[in-house]
């Protein structure tokens, strides 16, 4: 790195400092909800907790100012999600929609799509679905057989998602579907916002190993289109062109998202030794602690390399975001491991121990944490990635 390119990152680095203390001004002046239980239980509360975050300018700061954004980088939006994590608030609900749904529409749809639907986006009215994976392709996108045909001024939609979340809360989906079979399978995808009321679209339950008590409030669904018309207009951007469209957003679930994630582990790995009195400990728990705490260390170290590697390129994505996700989820899992192991007769009950922790948040978070090596793409395709992209290896 030349001189000149060293001053400049300090330069980024120093306002970054300085935004990130008005973002930890504007937190310490807001009252945040506090609820029990699962989130799905209180949906309005959480929406109402986003648009506050929106009124504080804390939420989509990333998103053009003429949509009700700040007109900032992903790389300031990271700060903001990384002190909300930090200081043990609820995260936006509108995750899906703000992290991906939204920036494609922003950045490939029409201005007037964009300037209808951002806005709800943005301030939390407004819940949307991510219409991606199916049963039979996964993190394979390039595989999706759900198909779009035009019939005069609509499309019909055929076919079915799996691992849909927000799909009970949602008013929109961002449905990506098939709508040329005489290219090569990934130049033939397109992208849709589709009205979760639209008929032709039925919603069924996905039972989680996380056990949550009410089937008809679970965090994903199963998505089947039969017929479905959408009109034309509701396609983003241009025919064929979905799968681009998405590679760009979907970077953005790895990156700069180890910045959150790393708050996120943080807090749960301190409210966790709280909640135990170290000297009822093993030597071996003892030596889990210690080697989570290491972790942790140098998981931040590598989300402050992020960090320099966002100021360096920003906007782009790279195959070190593959290695940040890779190890993100590993630790995630690891914590997670540990927690269930300190709770020993209590795993799996829905009970608070003596010490006060509560085995059944626990063993919910220890389950889901299974699922930080497959979404956001599994692990094994960021080690293709890496492979490929970074080392230079042959594909085979």
Same mark, same amino acid.
């Given at each position: 790195?030349?001189?000149?390119?060293?001053?400049?990152?300090?330069?980024?680095?120093?306002?970054?400092?300085?935004?990130?203390?008005?973002?930890?001004?504007?937190?310490s002046s807001l009252q945040a909800?506090a609820f029990d239980g699962y989130?799905?239980?209180?949906?309005?509360?959480?929406?109402?907790?986003?648009?506050?975050?929106?009124?504080?300018?804390?939420?989509?700061?990333?998103? @053009?100012?003429?949509? %009700? !954004?700040? =007109? &900032?980088?992903?790389?300031?939006?990271? $700060? +903001?999600?990384?002190?909300?994590?930090?200081?043990?608030? @609820?995260?936006?609900? %509108? !995750?899906? =929609? &703000?992290?991906?749904?939204?920036?494609? $529409? +922003?950045?490939?749809?029409?201005?007037?799509?964009?300037?209808?639907?951002?806005?709800?986006?943005?301030?939390?009215?407004?819940?949307?679905?991510?219409?991606?994976?199916?049963?039979?392709?996964?993190?394979?996108?390039?595989?999706?057989?759900?198909?779009?045909?035009?019939?005069?001024?609509?499309?019909?939609?055929?076919?079915?998602?799996?691992?849909?979340?927000?799909?009970?809360?949602?008013?929109?989906?961002?449905?990506?579907?098939?709508?040329?079979?005489?290219?090569?399978?990934?130049?033939?995808?397109?992208?849709?916002?589709?009205?979760?009321?639209?008929?032709?679209?039925?919603?069924?339950?996905?039972?989680?190993?996380?056990?949550?008590?009410?089937?008809?409030?679970?965090?994903?669904?199963?998505?089947?289109?039969?017929?479905?018309?959408?009109?034309?207009?509701?396609?983003?951007?241009?025919?064929?062109?979905?799968?681009?469209?998405?590679?760009?957003?979907?970077?953005?679930?790895?990156?700069?998202?180890?910045?959150?994630?790393?708050?996120?582990?943080?807090?749960?790995?301190?409210?966790?030794?709280?909640?135990?009195?170290?000297?009822?400990?093993?030597?071996?728990?003892?030596?889990?602690?210690?080697?989570?705490?290491?972790?942790?260390?140098?998981?931040?170290?590598?989300?402050?390399?992020?960090?320099?590697?966002?100021?360096?390129?920003?906007?782009?994505?790279?195959?070190?975001?593959?290695?940040?996700?890779?190890?993100?989820?590993?630790?995630?899992?690891?914590?997670?491991?540990?927690?269930?192991?300190?709770?020993?007769?209590?795993?799996?009950?829905?009970?608070?121990?003596?010490?006060?922790?509560?085995?059944?948040?626990?063993?919910?978070?220890?389950?889901?944490?299974?699922?930080?090596?497959?979404?956001?793409?599994?692990?094994?395709?960021?080690?293709?990635?890496?492979?490929?992209?970074?080392?230079?290896?042959?594909?085979?």
């Open positions: 790195m030349s001189v000149q390119s060293m001053k400049s990152e300090q330069a980024d680095r120093a306002e970054l400092e300085r935004f990130r203390a008005g973002v930890v001004a504007a937190l909800p989130w799905v239980d209180h949906v309005p509360t959480l929406q109402r907790w986003q648009q506050t975050l929106f009124e504080a300018g804390l939420v989509g700061v990333a998103y @053009p100012e003429q949509f %009700g !954004g700040r =007109g &900032l980088t992903p790389l300031h939006q990271a $700060v +903001v999600d990384e002190e909300i994590a930090r200081h043990n608030l @609820p995260t936006p609900i %509108g !995750g899906p =929609g &703000l992290d991906v749904a939204g920036l494609v $529409v +922003v950045r490939h749809a029409s201005p007037d799509m964009a300037e209808r639907l951002i806005p709800a986006l943005l301030s939390g009215r407004e819940l949307w679905s991510l219409g991606f994976s199916e049963p039979g392709s996964g993190s394979d996108l390039a595989s999706v057989s759900t198909t779009a045909h035009r019939d005069g001024d609509d499309f019909v939609v055929n076919g079915g998602k799996i691992w849909t979340g927000f799909a009970a809360y949602s008013s929109r989906l961002l449905l990506l579907a098939r709508t040329n079979v005489d290219v090569p399978a990934h130049r033939g995808l397109s992208l849709f916002v589709v009205d979760m009321k639209t008929d032709g679209l039925t919603k069924s339950t996905v039972h989680e190993m996380t056990g949550e008590p009410d089937a008809e409030r679970t965090q994903f669904y199963r998505l089947t289109f039969s017929d479905m018309r959408v009109p034309a207009s509701a396609v983003v951007g241009e025919l064929d062109r979905g799968w681009e469209y998405l590679l760009g957003a979907l970077s953005g679930e790895r990156g700069l998202y180890i910045l959150r994630r790393h708050a996120e582990l943080r807090a749960q790995f301190t409210t966790l030794l709280q909640a135990f009195d170290i000297n009822d400990l093993s030597p071996g728990q003892l030596e889990d602690v210690a080697r989570i705490d290491v972790l942790l260390q140098v998981l931040h170290a590598q989300s402050e390399s992020t960090v320099a590697r966002a100021l360096e390129h920003p906007g782009e994505s790279l195959p070190e975001d593959s290695a940040d996700k890779l190890f993100f989820a590993f630790v995630d899992q690891e914590l997670h491991h540990l927690a269930i192991d300190l709770l020993g007769a209590y795993r799996g009950t829905q009970e608070m121990t003596p010490s006060g922790a509560d085995a059944h948040k626990l063993s919910i978070n220890y389950l889901y944490s299974r699922a930080a090596s497959i979404y956001s793409g599994t692990d094994q395709v960021q080690k293709n990635i890496i492979a490929t992209r970074k080392l230079g290896f042959p594909r085979v």
